[in-house]
């Protein structure tokens, strides 16, 4: 069983930034593929970026890159969502996603872009933009 917490979210006004933060408990933290997506109401699941086990690999969706910034701390079990440039359309429930049976799995963006991958999704973390 692996836990996930996020935390960070809040209310900002439009070109602020804001760091989304994503502890998850296990001892193989290093070994998951993680993702960030986003929920605005009414609307699908929507996918923001992921990152590779090792950091080393990222992928956005094209209505962040450029903007944000996704990392993660190995050492901590920590990911993060680095958010600049903020803008109303952002305004969204923030998740956290763990797949934690990436063993040898290659790192392949636009797979890792579905939610079907992970097995492990956080309470979320809201974000609020104000214009």
């Known amino acids: 069983q692996v836990q996930v917490v996020e935390s960070g979210g809040g209310l900002v006004q439009a070109g602020d930034s804001l760091r989304l933060s994503c502890a998850a408990s296990?001892?193989?933290?290093?070994?998951?593929?993680m993702g960030w997506f986003r929920r605005a109401p009414g609307k699908e699941h929507e996918f923001v970026a992921a990152?590779?086990?090792?950091?080393?690999?990222?992928y956005y969706s094209d209505s962040v890159k450029g903007r944000f910034i996704i990392s993660r701390d190995n050492a901590k079990n920590m990911m993060y969502l680095q958010m600049n440039r903020l803008a109303p359309e952002d305004t969204a429930k923030y998740y956290c996603?763990?797949?934690?049976?990436?063993?040898?799995?290659?790192?392949?963006?636009?797979?890792?872009?579905?939610?079907?991958?992970?097995?492990?999704w956080g309470q979320g973390t809201q974000v609020t933009v104000s214009s």
């Open positions: 996603a763990v797949d934690t049976k990436s063993g040898r799995r290659y790192f392949d963006g636009p797979y890792y872009s579905s939610p079907s991958p992970y097995d492990y």
């Open positions: 296990g001892r193989t933290f290093s070994t998951y593929h």
């Open positions: 990152v590779s086990k090792s950091g080393t690999d990222i």
